[in-house]
């Protein structure tokens, strides 16, 4: 299984080769789960990806603030470029729209996340969950020993400043007000997505090469707000630097538009086979596994 950082936040995400690998497993996940609260009802289960699109009613918004973005690097310009203009030639209609509130997706995303992690992994302390280091000492001692031995560097930091936010005299100024501009930022973008299909834009606004020199928030300039915004969000490889890095570029729609954004992807995969670093020979690949034994 997999424990989530952020319960509001984050979701269970696929990985694939083509659109098709995503969304046979999405088609058998989607829907209710008893016991996964945060699940939700949902009629479509054949959600697979199909290449039939009318382009030429699709409407596309790029936020005014991703163009202006100064840290993006120019291969990953170049290539987003490259995408918008096949969405042209295909006839789509593409507007750059104003979304002011996008500038603080990054600070609420972190507030949130901060909290959130703090506050779920209460539930980690040597009797219900996980790791337990028991010294028969008491309880005090069993939470302090496990949360000690079972959490690294990374997660109690996290957790100490989670905890901050959330505390009494902390919280009305952070915490609560990121989830009432969270609100703000859910009605700006549902008013983009009752006029356009989707929202375009690079994932990452640096190469892969770059990416453990930046900072976290950075990387997560472009993607953060569908985190926020009941979005549905798919990225496909759009094209490789002179160096051989991929390059992603984002599809964004509303709650439950993922065939519409799938359909999309196929379409792009079908011109642009191995738009990314291409896989090997699958053969190859599970032969490899085997003799090391993976």
């Known amino acids: 299984g997999v ?5 509001s936040i984050d979701q269970v995400g696929l990985f694939g080769h083509t659109p098709d690998d995503i969304g046979i497993p999405l088609g058998i996940m989607c829907g209710k789960d008893s016991y996964d609260e945060m699940s939700v009802t949902c009629d479509e289960k054949n959600v ?9 009613k699709l409407k596309i918004a790029i936020p005014k603030q ?30 750059v729209v104003d979304i002011p509130i996008l500038k603080a ?11 959130e992690f703090a506050s779920g992994l209460n539930r980690f302390d040597g009797i219900r969950y996980g790791t337990r280091i028991d010294k028969d000492e008491g309880y005090s001692a069993l939470y302090k020993e496990t949360r000690t031995a079972g959490f690294g560097a990374t997660v109690k930091r996290s957790i100490v400043m989670g905890n901050y936010l959330l505390s009494e005299e902390f919280s009305n100024d952070s915490y609560k007000k990121a989830k009432r501009v969270r609100v703000l930022l859910e009605q700006e973008v549902a008013k983009i997505y009752k006029n356009y299909d989707i929202i375009l834009s690079p994932t990452k606004p640096v190469l892969a090469a770059d990416s453990s020199q930046k900072n976290k928030d950075e990387m997560n300039c472009f993607t953060s707000f569908a985190n926020l ?12 630097t002179k160096d051989g890095f991929s390059v992603g570029v984002q599809f964004a729609g509303s709650m439950y538009s993922e065939k519409k954004l799938l359909s999309l992807a196929q379409a792009w995969d079908k011109e642009h086979p ?15 596994a085997l003799k090391e034994g993976n």
């Open 3 to 7: 424990v989530g950082v952020s319960s």
């Open 48 to 56: 697979t990806a199909y290449a039939d699109r009318d382009f030429k």
């Open 66 to 95: 991703f163009c202006e973005y100064n840290n993006t690097d120019k291969e990953v310009r170049s290539v987003f470029e490259s995408v918008k203009k096949w969405f042209k030639e295909k006839g789509a209609i593409i507007d």
């Open 105 to 115: 997706a990054n600070a609420i995303c972190t507030i949130i996340s901060l909290a």
């Open 229 to 240: 915004s009941r979005t549905a969000a798919i990225t496909i490889p759009a094209g490789t």
């Open 274 to 288: 191995n738009g990314g670093v291409p896989l090997q020979d699958e053969t190859s690949v599970f032969s490899t």
